[in-house]
Structures are given as C-alpha cells and as structure tokens.
C-alpha cells in the first residue's frame, strides 16, 4: 500500500495569513500519462468531505483561488494564499494511483 | 443537484454483519461516468477508504478488509449497499458513501459527491 504522510498535523493560522500542509507518498504517484496521481480534500467541522483540489494541482469547480495544489512524484503541497473563518477544519491529502486508495492523517487547521 | 444519503442501523454486534443502503436522488446511478463507494472515519481518526463499484459490478475492495466486504448496485432501487461481515469494534465509525467520477481530465476520478455520513457502532 502506498503510505500518505502529511505535516503539519495542526496548524494554527491568522485570518489573512498564509498557511501550507505538506503531503508526501511512500511512492511515487506520477502516472505515465504525465500525470500526479493527488487530491486534496476538506472536512469542516461537522461536514463530509469535499474536494478541493485533483491531479495535484487542479481545482475542483468553487473552489475559490486562494487554494492551490503543486508538487509531484512524492512530494505535494496545498497553500492557502490568505486564510479566512471557512477554511477551517481537516484537511487531508489522498492517492488514486492503485487501489488500495488511501488518505494522509489529515492536517487540522484553525484560527490562532 | 445529486444527493447521496446513508441509512441502516446504527448499532451492530460483534461478529454480525454491518449492512447499508445509500440511496441517490437528483440522478441516476446507471451511468457508466461514475463509480460508487464507501469511505469510513473512526471517532477522531482518518478516513479509510473501504470500496468501490460501478453499477456493472465492477468492484474494487480495500485488501485491508480482506474478503468481509461486499459492495452491491441496485439500478432498480437507484440505490448502492454495503455489507461488512464478523464485524468486530475496530469497525466502529461514520460511515460515508460517496460517488466517483471523472472531471474533464480524462482518468482523473475523484469523490465529488459525498453523503453526510452514519455513526455505526458495533457494541453489545
């Protein structure tokens, strides 16, 4: 199984900062097809999970552009350009490389 | 809008089967564009995916649940099931189901719908 490692696993952040989770594999997750294999979702408080970001740096549809995706191979991040009361909540990296797909430990973020 | 929503009992006990129903609305789960399966999350931990199928029956199952795991599509019902055999309280948690399908990239499926989950407790 491929092992999803993120950092940090909480992160508090002032509303208008900056703020960035890492998430890396135990292997690669560059397809042939060109490729990265990673997607991002958030689990507010109380609430399922929703996609944010796929293919490692594309963003799902409403997803405002203060997120964004970058990385590849083993190594991805998710940044947050100016962090707002919404964003709050779990987020976790995830592969779809081969099954089985499996989930980073999820990095909770809160307002400091 | 699409709308997935679980239901089935919440509590289960040890050695018995965990059985759920997620029910679609607002589309139909006879498309070959999607997939549907289930993710859990323990109370207080990660998320864990669980399975996969289209509505072919073609099904993919997480090793780590060996073979206590069934998925199963009722086009009829426009409905989706699970069934967890001997389970034990490890498989205590929210139980998600959720639809995978594929954006404009071609290949790149994703959970883009989710329902809102059911505590399943297994206790006696």
């Known amino acids: 199984d491929i092992v999803m490692t993120q950092s940090p696993l909480s992160l508090p952040v002032t509303p208008g900062e900056a703020a960035s989770i890492s998430c890396r594999s135990s292997?690669?997750?560059?397809?042939?097809?060109?490729?990265?294999?990673l997607d991002w979702y958030l689990q507010r408080p109380g609430q399922s999970p929703q996609l944010l970001i796929y293919?490692?740096?594309n963003r799902a549809s409403g997803v405002p552009d203060r997120f964004s995706g970058s990385g590849s191979g083993t190594d991805f991040s998710l940044k947050i350009s100016r962090l707002e009361a919404e964003d709050v909540g779990i987020y976790f990296c995830?592969?779809?490389?081969?099954?089985?797909?499996?989930f980073g430990q999820g990095t909770k973020v809160e307002i400091k | 809008q699409l709308h997935l929503q679980e239901s089935g009992p919440g509590l289960v006990k040890p050695s018995e089967t965990l059985s759920l129903t997620c029910t679609v609305s607002g589309g139909s789960i006879s498309s070959s564009s999607y997939y549907w399966g289930w993710v859990r999350q323990p109370p207080g931990k990660g998320l864990e995916w669980i399975g996969t199928?289209?509505?072919?029956?073609?099904?993919y199952y997480n090793p780590s649940l060996n073979s206590r795991v069934t998925i199963f599509v009722d086009t009829s019902k426009n409905q989706f099931s699970l069934k967890v055999t001997s389970v034990t309280a490890a498989d205590t948690a929210v139980y998600y189901c959720a639809r995978r399908g594929e954006m404009a990239i071609k290949d790149s499926w994703v959970f883009d719908y989710w329902g809102q989950g059911i505590l399943v407790t297994v206790s006696s």
């Open positions: 995830m592969h779809s490389l081969q099954v089985p797909l499996t």
């Open positions: 293919l490692g740096s």
């Open positions: 292997q690669s997750l560059l397809h042939s097809n060109g490729y990265n294999y």
């Open positions: 199928s289209s509505y072919r029956g073609s099904t």
